[in-house]
């Protein structure tokens, strides 16, 4: 190879390499005024790729889903084969998980063996989505505000649910009493 062609390539190497440090030093901007590329994309909220932000694991599968007209969400994951809820007298004894729309949970009995309640001392979402439900079974109910907690702020001891929230609780009927 002829000497002047190492020559060249060694000074156009050069070239390049301070065209580089140029670039980093003034925070990569394209000082040639032909536009700076479009900022990457960012992932989707919720999808794990940003670590600051956890993922939620994907919600339990529905065997069914049905909306009531008071815009309550009644969704069955587990029918049960024990007897049904049709009294709004009964105490259910239930394991639960209560979530914010976005995934948050703010209270959960899942890791005991079930709490009973008077079903007509819950909210009105619970006393809506519960009957017809059998034990042994799990549903989601997605509970609008004016059915949950209505105006009122609810301090939690993790979270605070904000005024008119929405929220969804998972519920596994372990007994009807």
Known sequence: MPRSFGNTCRVIGF??????ALGCQSGGENKTGGGSSPPAPMPPAGSGADPAEPSQPPAPR??????????LI??????GEGPAC???EAVV??????????????DSTMDRSGDGYPLKEL???????????????TRRLTIPWRLAYGD???RMPTI??????????????????
């Open 74 to 79: 009644v969704e069955d994951l587990v029918l």
């Open 86 to 88: 049709t009294s709004p």
């Open 15 to 20: 070239a390049l390499a301070a065209l580089l």
């Open 160 to 177: 605070t649910i904000p005024a008119q929230s929405d929220v969804v609780f998972e519920i596994n009927l372990v007994d009807l009493k």
């Open 152 to 154: 009122r702020e609810i």
């Open 123 to 137: 909210i009105r979402g619970w006393q809506e989505g519960i009957p017809g439900m059998r034990v042994g079974g």
């Open 62 to 71: 529905s065997l069914n889903r049905v909306q009531m007209a008071s815009g």
């Open 93 to 106: 004894v239930v394991r639960f998980k209560g979530m914010l729309t976005d995934g948050r949970v703010f």
